[in-house]
């Protein structure tokens, strides 16, 4: 067959094996759309995309969110999904061409099928799904991936009607896009994380903050009394004080300034995770995913 050394290939064996390459990769991409990416048994409702536009049957995302082992390459195809929330249950029109070789599901509008020939997306706000080019030949102003787009506000999905905002940023979910768009989604994924998990430190700070003006007021009550027991009579600090009360504003002191001992370092240690962070699990993440796909 030649390249082993033994004989020249000849340029019908190169084509014939740069023919062979490229069914394969067609294939590989064909399949996603025809079987769940976890437990690799065909599509069939209810099926839900992941934040990367990546397809599954919903019981096996659910059994993976279970048990992280339940599939052996789970944790190399999605570690990015953390709940249910993450999911986006799609309504896909099933096939009505029927058959192993057929994909499972077509656009509502062209009935093209998905399988991988054309763009498909799905509506975030009710899940429809449609091949990319028939629904923006009726929503012209439906906004691309990631970005905004100009033009009125609300338009009705043409398949449900429900209403939504074709210009958001956030109004369509790509099906298995390039993997600069799946890098993307996310990046925008874990910012959205990032975000979400400031805005809740920032809220438990302030009500800290609340907490120890609290503290500050009591001891600031407790040192009034004792200056003005001080200049009333020759008596030592806080006598004018039941030993009770002062023992426990002495609690409350220690229990402050540990407190404030405990968040700084609870600061540093969230700085110390953050440097060893998520970059490199993405870098690893896609390494990983995009390999599983080129070989298999
Ligand atoms: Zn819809």
Redesign the pocket.
């Known amino acids: 067959m030649g390249a082993d050394g033994g004989s020249i290939p000849g340029r019908r064996d190169l084509v014939k094996t740069r023919g062979k390459a490229a069914t394969t990769g067609k294939a590989v991409a064909r399949e996603r759309f025809f079987y769940c990416a976890l437990s690799k048994k065909r599509l069939a409702k209810p099926v839900v995309a992941d934040p990367l536009g990546k397809l599954y049957n919903k019981d096996a995302v659910i059994e993976y969110l279970l048990d992280k082992n339940a599939y052996g390459d789970g944790e190399q195809i999605c570690p990015y999904i953390s709940g249910v929330k993450d999911l986006l249950t799609l309504?896909a029109q099933p096939n009505p061409d029927e058959g192993e070789s057929k994909a499972p599901f077509v656009c509502w509008l062209s009935l093209k099928e998905m399988n991988g020939a054309v763009p498909f997306i799905a509506?975030r706000?009710?899940?429809?799904v449609f091949a990319d080019g028939a629904l923006r030949a009726v929503l012209p102003n439906l906004a691309k991936t990631g970005e905004t787009a100009e033009g009125p506000a609300e338009a009705a999905?043409p398949?449900?009607?429900?209403a939504f905002d074709p210009t958001s940023a956030a109004a369509v979910l790509p099906i298995y896009p390039a993997e600069e768009v799946q890098e993307e989604l996310l990046a925008d994924l874990l910012a959205a994380r990032a975000a979400a998990k400031a805005n809740k430190k920032r809220k438990s700070g302030k009500d800290k903050e609340k907490k120890e003006d609290k503290g500050d007021r009591v001891t600031k009550v407790a040192k009034l009394k004792n200056d003005r027991s001080a200049s009333g009579s020759p008596a030592p600090a806080n006598s004018s004080l039941a030993p009770s009360v002062r023992a426990q504003l002495a609690e409350q002191e220690k229990r402050r300034l540990a407190a404030q001992a405990g968040m700084s370092d609870a600061v540093k240690a969230m700085f110390h995770k953050g440097d060893t962070g998520k970059k490199g699990d993405v870098a690893d993440f896609f390494g990983r995913t995009y390999n599983r796909y080129a070989t298999s």
């Open positions: 309504n509506l706000h009710c899940g429809c999905c398949n449900c009607t429900k």
